[in-house]
């Protein structure tokens, strides 16, 4: 995906406090964006979830790790992570980008749910931002990778992933980072189960 066409393009990683975004986002600074590309980092909020009401309660006491984007995310994933919640890991994800591709425009969103499926937010969004590609992280559920995924037309029980690359109008690529250096498995509409060396 690197190259210097001189098109600006527009990358949306979809951004939580997850190992799953961290990886994400680390596989769209080290070969998704390149010189002069805009990079937004897409949080959708549900105000209805469990989640955000327990991370008002329980914190993590080691806070965010700027040594790289998955221990970052990974402190965070426990409950909200460090001190500020929400807020910190996304400023935290904006900082590592600009660090790490400091020629890239960086832009953070927060967009709620409003009673749709995040997917559907995460869609509306792409199209809003007339984006080029959507990077989202994704975890491999045991059923899924044993029944394989539903083709008849119906996305229930397709995660959030599999639904955006299905439905996705700009190119959509589901990573799932394998291992600390074992490289990324990545699926889009055309290619599933490739395995990119880090």
């Given at each position: 995906?690197?190259?210097?066409?001189?098109?600006?393009?527009?990358?949306?990683?979809?951004?939580?406090?997850?190992?799953e975004s961290a990886?994400?986002?680390?596989?769209?600074?080290?070969?998704?964006?390149?010189?002069?590309?805009?990079?937004?980092?897409?949080?959708?909020?549900?105000?209805?979830?469990?989640r955000n009401?327990?991370?008002?309660?329980?914190?993590?006491?080691?806070?965010?790790n700027?040594?790289?984007?998955?221990a970052?995310?990974?402190?965070?994933d426990?409950?909200?992570?460090g001190?500020?919640?929400?807020?910190?890991?996304?400023?935290?994800?904006k900082?590592?980008?600009?660090?790490?591709?400091?020629?890239?425009?960086?832009?953070?969103?927060?967009?709620?749910?409003?009673g749709?499926?995040k997917?559907?937010?995460?869609l509306s969004?792409?199209?809003?931002?007339d984006?080029?590609?959507?990077?989202?992280?994704?975890?491999?559920?045991?059923?899924?990778?044993?029944l394989?995924?539903?083709?008849?037309?119906?996305?229930?029980?397709?995660?959030?992933?599999e639904?955006?690359?299905e439905?996705?109008?700009?190119?959509?690529?589901?990573?799932?980072?394998k291992?600390?250096?074992?490289g990324?498995l990545?699926?889009?509409?055309?290619h599933?189960?490739f395995?990119?060396l880090?």
């Open positions: 995906m690197e190259g210097g066409n001189g098109q600006a393009r527009k990358v949306i990683v979809v951004a939580d406090p997850t190992r990886a994400a986002l680390q596989y769209a600074l080290s070969h998704a964006v390149v010189k002069n590309d805009t990079l937004v980092l897409l949080h959708v909020e549900n105000p209805n979830s469990w009401k327990i991370s008002l309660f329980k914190k993590s006491s080691s806070g965010v700027l040594a790289g984007v998955a970052a995310a990974s402190s965070a426990v409950g909200g992570g001190s500020g919640g929400e807020s910190d890991f996304l400023e935290e994800m900082h590592v980008c600009e660090i790490a591709q400091p020629k890239i425009q960086v832009c953070v969103e927060k967009v709620e749910m409003e749709k499926e997917a559907a937010v995460i969004q792409s199209m809003v931002h984006a080029d590609l959507l990077v989202v992280g994704q975890r491999r559920r045991l059923s899924n990778a044993i394989g995924q539903r083709k008849n037309g119906s996305f229930r029980g397709l995660d959030t992933a639904n955006l690359i439905n996705s109008k700009c190119t959509c690529v589901a990573v799932q980072k291992g600390q250096d074992g990324y990545l699926n889009t509409k055309t599933k189960n395995w990119l880090a």
